[in-house]
């Protein structure tokens, strides 16, 4: 959907839980009443990699990719606090809050729920979306809190920096101390499938464009040739998903439920340690607002890809991570209206 409002979030943003909701049911009724379909696509794939769903999912990330703009790294020494609040939220506390938060609701809270050979693959999906802070969706909830868009997309892009060395060994660490045993080379091909090329691909496109036709072109324009083809790769992403999950979900409908509420409460937690930070360091609201919004959210698509290479399509470890998609944009919301009702309590104002 193309169209957006003088928010800033798309139709199809806004109502991105519907969405997934619907893909869900159209998944399920594949699952239950096509199975071939599910079981014929299951044929192709490479090094443990679906080949469908690798394909879908660089259609989702290679045009996110596009939007980072590289040079503004040069701007990184601009008010250091804020870089510093979003680096140490998101790769020294985020992590290691979702692994012990999710331990203990599938472990100890939800125990007598979920059998601990699930809980452990739940545990691995919520994992996989604790060590991936978004990169897309940030630019939206910057927007909604009117937050500095210069500042946001170098957060952005140092943050992807970041991810290129420490997912893997994040990851590795934490899957390791939950007794689940993902194999090195399998992490490094997932980074390299689903954020080196992409992340390579994305420099290489918008640098040309914007050589060639200008940076006003390119982003008022060119990217939003892509915006579809995202939205047709994230939905048909979905759809299959829950296709393969569909025996799964029908089994355990409660898990949907029982899967979210730990990364609900994650999600809330993150944010209120950023934006709290960020307040005790009085920096302006419109740095504060989307510090807290890019390691409350997730980066989704790459948490659902990883998941799918390592565990598989019809693993609950990719049952997880999908439903961190079907919480993410509603919970988002709820914090875009604290961020704007709290703007006053800062002390320097943006």
Not at 44 to 69: G, R
Not at 93 to 101: E, L, N, Q, R, S
Not at 262 to 268: E, G, K
Not at 269 to 287: G, R
Request: aromatic share 12%.
């Amino acid at each position: 959907m193309k169209r957006e409002n003088q928010s800033g979030i798309s139709f199809f943003q806004r109502y991105l839980t519907i969405w997934v909701l619907i893909c869900m049911a159209l998944g399920i009724l594949i699952g239950r009443f096509l199975p071939g379909i599910p079981a014929f696509l299951n044929r192709f794939e490479y090094a443990k990699v679906s080949i469908p769903m690798a394909i879908l999912i660089w259609l989702m990330i290679y045009p996110m990719m596009m939007k980072v703009d590289f040079q503004s790294i040069k701007n990184v020494g601009r008010n250091p606090k804020g870089l510093l609040v979003t680096w140490i939220t998101n790769w020294l506390i985020k992590p290691f809050t979702m692994y012990g938060i999710a331990s203990l609701f599938f472990f100890v809270i939800f125990k007598a729920f979920i059998a601990p050979e699930l809980a452990k693959e739940y545990l691995a999906g919520a994992v996989l979306l604790g060590v991936a802070p978004c990169t897309a969706m940030v630019f939206v909830w910057s927007t909604l809190t009117k937050g500095d868009p210069a500042y946001t997309v170098v957060q952005v892009a140092t943050n992807d920096l970041i991810i290129l060395v420490a997912f893997v060994p994040i990851v590795k660490f934490l899957l390791g101390v939950s007794n689940v045993t993902v194999p090195w080379d399998t992490l490094f091909l997932s980074i390299l499938l689903f954020v080196v090329i992409p992340l390579a691909g994305g420099l290489l496109t918008r640098s040309l464009v914007v050589k060639k036709h200008g940076t006003g072109y390119f982003e008022n324009t060119f990217v939003r040739k892509f915006d579809g083809i995202t939205t047709i790769g994230l939905l048909l992403t979905l759809v299959l998903i829950f296709a393969f999950q569909g025996k799964i979900i029908l089994e355990n409908p409660l898990h949907i439920v029982l899967i979210a509420v730990p990364l609900i409460l994650q999600t809330l937690l993150i944010f209120a340690i950023a934006y709290t930070a960020c307040h005790v360091l009085k920096l302006p609201h419109n740095i504060a607002a989307p510090a807290g919004m890019i390691g409350a959210s997730n980066f989704f698509e790459l948490a659902v890809a990883v998941a799918i290479a390592l565990f598989g399509t019809t693993s609950p470890a990719a049952l997880a991570t999908t439903v961190g998609v079907l919480t993410e944009v509603p919970v988002m919301l709820f914090l875009v209206k604290i961020a704007n009702r709290t703007r006053d309590r800062f002390a320097h104002k943006s």
